[in-house]
Structures are given as C-alpha cells and as structure tokens.
C-alpha cells in the first residue's frame, strides 16, 4: 500500500466515477427527450470541469499513484475497493472527461429515438470507462471493464446502422470472451499473492511458465480491445454500425484500454515474459501497420477507412510499448492521446456528413468542399494529423515511437515506415474526394455547412490538435516519471535476471 | 429447548394450507378473494420467518433442527414464494374451478421444503421431500389445456417418473448408510462413516446426493427439465425452476458434510458432473425457442456452477454455493416475472414473442435484460461474483494444481457460451419495433416487485460481504 498517496479530503476520483452514475439513475424517472440532452450534457460538463482539478492537483515529482482512496469491500477474499492515478492513466481519464460532453453534443440531432436511454448509455459508459483507468484492484478493474459492454452493446444495437444486430453481437462476444481467460489470470495472480490490489502484483518473482501463461491470458483480452492484427475483425463492423457517439467512444477511449492493459498489467506483472513474448507482438504490430493501412486503401465506406486507419495507428501504438524504451513508450502514450483526439474529431466529421446525406459512401460524400467550407477545413486539419504532418499531433507521437523503435531494432523501423506512408496516401485519397470530387459528383447542393454546434464540437479537437503537435512538453511531463519508473525497473529487473543467470553458471 | 414457536413459519404456511382446503370445499368463490389470501399468506409467512430467524432449536426427537442454517434457506423459500404468489396472481392458465387446489398444493410443496432444510435424520428428510415433491407432481398437470396438446399431462407423467426413480437412488443410498453406520441420525451418521469401510460409505454418500442432483437438475439427472418446464404453466414453472433448488442445495451441503474419507472419487465425480452439466445446459440452451425452455437448460448450467462449489468441501466453498443459488434464485424470478406478465393468457412464450417489449412495457424490459443479464454473469450484478467466487475458491481448494485450474477455465469458456443465448433474448426485446404487438399491462404490485428485484440483483452483486458472511456463519453451523 506503500505505492498509494492517499487522498484525505474530497474523494475526487469516486465522485469522478458516480456522478455520471448518479446522473443516469435520474433519467430514470425524468426522461423528456430535450431535459435527457440538457442534462446529461450538464453532467459530462461538471465531470470534465471537476477532472481538471486533477491536473492542477497532480504531483509530477512522484510515479506514486495520486488522489488515491482505499476501502475493504470484500474482505473474505481481501478485495478491495482502491483508486488511484499515475502518469500512465492521468491522460487517458482526462481523455475520457472531456471527450465526453463533445459525444452528447454529436448527438443532439443525430440520436432522436429513445433519447434518453441513449444519455443513460452514454452516462454508464462513462462511469465504467473511468472506473478501468483508475481501479488499482483487479476485481475492480475487472467488473468495470465487463460492465461496459452492456451500454456499449445498446448503443450499437438499438441505434446502431442497418446491420447493428450482427456488429454489436461480435463486439460483445469477441470482447467477453477474450476477456475469459483475464479473469482466469486475475484469479491465479490473487492465489500467487493473496491480494488482488495490482501494484503488490507488480515484480513478483513467478515462474517463467507461469508468466508466459499470464502473458497470454492478459494478451488474449487486450489485443482483442486494441485490437492487434488478427484479433481486429470486430472493429470495422462495430464502427460502422454504431452511431457517431459510440464510434467516437469507441475509438478514443475503449482502444486505448487495451494498450492501456499491456502497460499496466503485461509490464509489470510479467516482465520475463514480455522480454521473451516481445518480438513476435512487434512483428504482429508491424502486420497491424501495414495490414491497417493497405486496407484502408481500398474502402469504399468512410467509416470502414477510418476503422482500419484506427487498426495501423493502434499498431504504432503496440510498437512503441514493446520496444520498451523512454521515446517508444512516451510515444506510444501521447499517440494514445492523440489517436483519441484526432480518429475521435474524424468519426465526427464523418457523422456530420451522414447526417445530410445519410450515407457514408465516398462517392456519395463527393465534392462537397464547395459548399461546406468550414466542414472541409475541419476535414483537412484531422486528415492531416491522422498521416502525422508536422505540427500536428500524431507527428509527435509517431515520431517518438519511430525514434524508439529505430534504437531498438532498425529493421523494424524501416518495416514500420511504409505504414506511415499508407497513411498519408487512404487519408489524401479521403480529403481528396470529399473536398473537391472527380467529374461525376453528386449534387450537393442542398448541402448547408456546419452550424454552430458541430463547430462548437469540433474546435476543442482541433485545439488539441496543434497543441500536442507544437507544445507537447506539458503532456509528456505529466507522464515522465511515470514511464521513467516503470523502465528503471524494467531494466533492473532484467539485470537481475542476467546476475542470476551468471551466478548459476 | 423444546421451543414450539420457533416452526413459526411453518406453522403459518400450515394454515395457509388448511384455509385452502377449506376454501377449495366451497361451493361459491370469489377468486380475487382466493388470490388476495393467497398473496398475504405468502407475506405473512415470509414475516414469520424474518421473526424467527435467529430462533434456535432441536424439536420432535432430535431429527428437527432449528438453527441459522436452517433459518436462513426457510426466509429464502419464503421470500420466493411470495415473490411467485405476486407475479402469479393471476394464473391465468390454471382453471378456476381448481385454483384453492392449486394454492393449497403450492403451499404444500413449500412447506415440504421448509421442513427439508431443517430435517437432520434420513426419515424426516425423506418424508419432507417427498411431501414437497409430489406436491409439485400435483401442480404440473393442473394447467387448464387451452390448446388440448395435453403437454401438461406429458410433463406430468414424466416429472413423476423420473422422480420416483431419483427417489429410488436416494433411498438405496440411505439403506446402505443405515446399513453401514446403524442410525438414521446425520450427526451420528457423519462420525460413523469415517470409520465405515470404503468404497461403500462414499457409494452410498452418492446415491443420496444422485436424489437431490435430481432436484437441482444436475447431468445426468437432468432429463425431466426443458419438458416439464414447457407442459407446466408459467407460474408453475416459475416455482419449480426456483425454489425447490433452494432446498436441493441445503440438503446437498448436508450430505456433502457427511463424505469423509476417500473423498477424492467424489471430487473428481462432481468435477465431470459440473463440467458436463456446464457444456450440456449452454450448448443446449443455444438452440432453443422456447424461453422457458431455454431456462430450463440455462438452469442445469448454473447446477453445474453450484456444484463447483460443493467441490472445494470447505466453509467458504459452501457458504459461496449458498450465496451463488439464492442470487440464482432471484435471477430467475425476475425473469419469470416478466415471462408471466407478458404471456396474456398463460400460453407458453418464444423468445419471439418478446419483439418490442422496451415499447409494450419499458418496465418488464429492464427487469428482463437486467436479470438477463446478471444469469449470464456480467458486473456488476449477483451473477458475477457468484462465479467469480465459485472460481476462485474452486483453484483456491484445488491449490491450483492442473486438474483444477483445466476445471476453472472449462467454467469460464461456459459463461461465454451462455452470453449468446441470454444476449439473444435481450436483443429481440430491445431492439425490434413491432407495432402490431399489443401493449403489456402489468398491475402496480408486480412491477414494484419486479424493481425491488433488480435492486436486489445489483446490490447483491454490489456488496457481497455481508451476505457471504452471513452464509459462512449458517454453513459453520452444521460442520
């Protein structure tokens, strides 16, 4: 418990958790379509506006975990209830916070059936998404982590598209059942440790076998959320299906827990197998890269393209966090973020435009830069953060990754660099065709720009963008001491393991 | 410490059984009156067993044991059947001219169980659960044949043959512990069976428990479940696929605290039995049409869960089995609230029928999806931390040796089998819009019934301490 600074005063980040809550238990009994809106939008706004205290309040001097809180739960099987954050989840909860508002106000014309269990949805998720980033008890983790599938399979099936049915069933079934053997995992760590509280899990001294057989488990679960190459065959169809909010949820916040996991859980609970198991996640990375990106090439569907360019982008992710060095995983956290921001505002713009044309066909979206000036402009600047142009975000995140990868392994990297192009080439294409078209454009002139609700949701986006891309040292800052911790450890660990081999022979 | 009070609830329930077969010699009946007495019976025993909970006592020779353990299964049984007697006031598919029968059978049965978690000698248990069950036989037939299918005859032909012959094993097993230890008392029987020679004492431990597996419907003993699930009405249904496994599981916990000795056979029985009944009860389930059938199997899937429990042979593994079948319990109620709500004559329903019920009645939807959901073992409901305790306490007993951690993962690939058939359910009542399906009509009572329900389900799941503390009280009680 040594590893906790605990939290004496207001209990920010439970109040963080089940404000959200509190506020879909009263929908319940109030629900008129517009007081829904009005209301959840009132309740994401204080969630995001109290989580900056957060920020300010935050020790950058510690890798301790901050804000924290403690309390018995379950005691017969010494669970416990325990809150807490550090570098490596601060930036995902403020991710989530402030994303939040922005999907209610997406929805406002978008959702106009059953309204207000679509805010409770929305509120739920939001509840359970905070609740993975700070739990520091792995039941708690875990109960959290499933109970979003619930709200996340509503939002797909009952506002879904017209083949939400099959979308949000795979999603919940690939999820669930990747998640299966987490559990087993979770159980056989408490036997090894008698607690469940994850820091007091963290370098242990398990078997290589057994390390491997967690490797796996944790690895099953978290690929699958990221998801890694083989494991991706849920997203596009969940993307697709889903409406703006929950492709935006889904994309900013659900697939950073993934990677999320593999840094919180694969790294430290079992080092010796992320040593020996890393090579082969680099390669299916490089795969997810590669593969992400010739297939975005070859949609017709723009939230396919930005589905799979979510697959290659998540692979940078990967990459950076198993090349384990400083640039790879400070990289692969900021590219976190800055997935989240950028593929987030492009699920935004995509469902602006299919709420006029209501499709989301490329060809049918065609040539509209003539009458959407400032859709298009927004369109431009997210377009060319996702392909990492300098000056935006990605282009940090990408860059760093890149460094660290190039320091660990350079046939990696020049594997790794096509991937970047392929970006840059499905995201042009995309611009390209939206902005002015070919010959046979559709008519689009019934076509009215955006108003000021879609521009109020997407400046803060944009504001990110460039503020990552030319100032990113406040974000890595809050980060560093975080990631410094974990990979002095790494490295000790991995001397020690050397010491022993030696003093064996 | 003959303490006479201390059968109160039995007492009362026993009234209510009286009055029944004094109102079913009536000529002329006003059947809201029969229902309304019905209703406060089932409130008033629920009330004598909250009075009586912490009433300890040993009555009529020693073979009747008043004690937490006991106290606890009875405000259980209790509890469930009022929450039957609300959500089946109506009984729509039971001829009027039968229903103070039908009552009296009913409370009969539940007697019949409350009496059977307190019986502490082979006769009284026999006894109890034979008034209990043949009660049961009684109330299957009993629904009026609308559609002249005569499935209710069927199922309870079956239901009577297949429980004569679990009766069968049961009182083989009880000869051979007679036989054996020379007493019909289980205190005296559990000392006299660790010196009694083996393999006969753990053979004839099984046979006993083979009685109640079927009760519990346990694989192999499962067969009499989808068809007498489907041919009884819904309210029948509603208590059979419920509270008799109440009284299965305390006397399963009894028996099991009987095997000494060369127990490992017995684990590595209980271990396929679990497994099988797991893979027979969810793979089963996938194709079924029926929603009560799908119940039914779903049912001896979750036996399989209950029995993980009774596989670890220690306090906590008993007292999370405890916790695990009364969260089961009122599961299953919620669900069936909904079933018999929806159902407007007391015909069967398929999952079909379901289409737009968040439209029809956005209330039954929740309290479905909800206990839906909380059956296929989602956080946070009850659902969930019973197995994820069962779980642990399973690898945890089995000292994470290989045969148990192989056990724990063939439980946890089932509970993602079952998720498709329960989302399933789910999905056609959330998101299809049928317009020409009429609106669901559902009295105040059962809704607020329906909700305390839900509530429960999230704050068993919630906050699990107390009550697993409580269990583990009651188990420590009779080991």
């Known amino acids: ?505 | 410490m003959e303490n006479h009070m201390a059968i109160l609830p039995e007492l009362s329930i026993l009234t209510g059984v009286a009055a029944f077969f004094v109102l079913s010699l009536c000529k002329q009946l006003d059947f809201n009156q029969v229902k309304n007495t019905a209703v406060s019976i089932g409130f008033i025993t629920f009330i004598a067993a909250l009075i009586s909970l912490r009433d300890e006592a040993t009555l009529f020779f020693g073979s009747y044991e008043i004690d937490l353990y006991s106290q606890i299964f009875k405000l259980m049984i209790c509890f469930g059947l009022s929450i039957v007697l609300v959500f089946g006031q109506n009984l729509k598919d039971i001829d009027e001219s039968v229903r103070p029968e039908y009552y009296m059978f009913l409370f009969l049965s539940a007697l019949g169980l409350m009496m059977l978690v307190s019986s502490v000698e082979l006769i009284a248990i026999f006894v109890s659960l034979e008034l209990s069950s043949f009660a049961i036989y009684l109330l299957v037939p009993m629904r009026s044949d609308q559609k002249g299918l005569r499935i209710q005859m069927e199922a309870g032909i079956k239901y009577i043959l297949f429980g004569v012959m679990a009766t069968g094993f049961m009182l083989f097993g009880m000869s051979y512990i007679f036989g054996l230890t020379g007493s019909t008392y289980l205190a005296e029987i559990m000392t006299g069976l660790q010196t009694a020679p083996q393999p006969a004492a753990i053979f004839a431990v099984i046979m006993v428990l083979a009685g109640f597996f079927f009760k519990l419907a346990v694989f192999p003993m499962h067969f009499w479940v989808p068809d007498i699930y489907e041919g009884a009405s819904n309210e029948t249904t509603g208590f059979i696929a419920t509270i008799p496994k109440l009284g299965a599981v305390a006397l399963l916990i009894r028996i099991m605290t009987l095997a000494t000795g060369e127990t490992q056979f017995l684990i590595y029985l209980l271990m396929v039995l679990a497994v099988s009944s797991m893979f027979y009860g969810n793979l089963s389930a996938l194709v079924q049409k029926d929603v009560k059938r799908m119940l039914g199997f779903s049912g001896i899937a979750h036996a399989g869960f209950i029995l993980l429990g009774l596989i670890t042979m220690n306090v906590s593994g008993y007292s999370t089995a405890i916790y695990y079948i009364s969260g089961y319990v009122i599961m299953n109620l919620a669900c069936f609230l909904v079933l018999c709500s929806v159902s407007r004559e007391g015909e069967n329903l398929a999952i079909e029928d379901l289409k737009g019920l968040h439209k029809r009645q956005p209330v039954l939807a929740f309290i479905l999806a909800v206990g839906l959901f909380a059956l296929a073992g989602i956080p946070p409901f009850v659902g969930f931390m019973g197995k994820f305790m069962l779980l642990t306490l399973t690898l945890q007993a089995g000292a994470m040796s290989k045969i148990y951690l192989i056990l724990i993962i063939l439980a946890a690939i089932n509970t993602g089998i079952a998720i498709y058939y329960y989302l399933s359910v789910v999905r056609v009542a959330y998101t299809t819009d049928q317009e020409n399906y009429p609106d669901v009509l559902v009295d105040g009572l059962t809704k607020t019934v329906g909700m305390a329900l839900v509530l429960l389900i999230i704050l068993m799941g919630a906050l699990p301490s107390k009550l697993v503390a409580i269990a583990d009280a009651a188990v420590k009680t009779i080991m």
């Open chain 1, 1 to 505: 418990m040594d590893s906790l600074i605990i939290n004496e005063g207001f209990p920010l980040l439970s109040f963080l958790i089940f404000f959200p809550l509190a506020g879909a238990v009263v929908m319940l009994f109030f629900n008129g379509e517009s007081f829904a809106r009005w209301w959840t939008l009132f309740i994401t706004t204080i969630t995001a506006i109290i989580s900056i205290k957060l920020v300010t309040g935050f020790d950058l001097s510690t890798h301790k975990y901050q804000f924290a809180e403690a309390h018995n739960w379950i005691p017969q099987l010494n669970i416990s209830y325990i809150l807490g954050v550090d570098g490596i989840s601060i930036l995902l909860v403020m991710l989530t916070t402030i994303i939040m508002p922005f999907c209610v106000t997406a929805s406002w014309k978008y959702i106009s059936t059953r309204v207000a269990q679509f805010m409770i949805c929305i509120l739920i998720m939001e509840t359970a998404m905070l609740g993975v980033f700070m739990a520091l008890d792995f039941v708690l983790f875990y109960v959290m982590w499933e109970f979003m599938l619930i709200p996340m399979y509503m939002l797909i099936a009952v506002w879904g598209g017209p083949r939400k049915i099959y979308a949000s069933i795979k999603f919940f079934l690939y999820t669930l059942v990747g998640s299966i053997l987490l559990l087993v995992a979770i159980i056989a760590l408490y036997l090894k440790n008698g607690s469940f509280f994850i820091p007091d899990m963290m370098w242990q001294s398990y078997s290589l076998t057994f390390q491997i057989y967690v490797f796996l488990a944790f690895f099953l679960a978290f690929a699958i959320k990221v998801p890694m190459f083989p494991f991706h065959t849920w997203l596009p169809a969940a993307h697709v299906e889903a409406p703006t909010a929950g492709s935006v949820i889904l994309a900013s916040v659900l697939l950073k827990m993934g990677t999320y996991g593999f840094l919180r859980f694969c790294l430290p609970i079992t080092p010796d197998a992320t040593f020996a198991l890393a090579p082969y996640v680099l390669w299916l990375s490089i795969a997810a890269i590669l593969y992400g990106g010739f297939t975005a090439l070859a949609q017709h569907d723009m939230k396919k393209l930005i589905a799979y360019s979510s697959v290659g982008h998540m692979g940078f992710v990967t990459l950076g966090i198993f090349v384990l060095n400083m640039q790879g995983l400070e990289g692969a956290i900021i590219q976190m973020i800055n997935h989240g921001v950028t593929t987030g505002a492009l699920f935004l713009c995509v469902g602006m435009l299919y709420e006029r044309t209501h499709s989301r066909e490329l060809s049918v979206a065609a040539g509209v830069g003539k009458y959407m000036p400032w859709y298009v402009t927004f369109l431009a600047f997210f377009s060319l953060s996702s392909f990492g142009f300098p000056g935006t975000n990605s282009f940090i995140g990408e860059f760093l990754i890149l460094v660290g990868t190039f320091e660990a392994n350079i046939w990696l990297a020049l594997a790794a660099i096509p991937g970047a192009v392929l970006a840059a080439a499905y995201m042009l294409r995309l611009l390209q065709k939206v902005v002015w078209g070919g010959t046979n454009n559709p008519d689009q002139s019934y076509l009215a720009d955006l108003g000021f609700r879609e521009i109020f949701t997407l400046t803060p986006f944009l504001l990110f963008v460039f503020w990552i891309g030319l100032h990113p040292q406040p974000f890595i800052d809050l980060m560093h001491t975080s990631v410094v911790h974990l990979l002095d450890q790494l490295t000790n660990w991995q001397q020690q393991q050397n010491i022993a081999l030696l003093t064996l022979r």
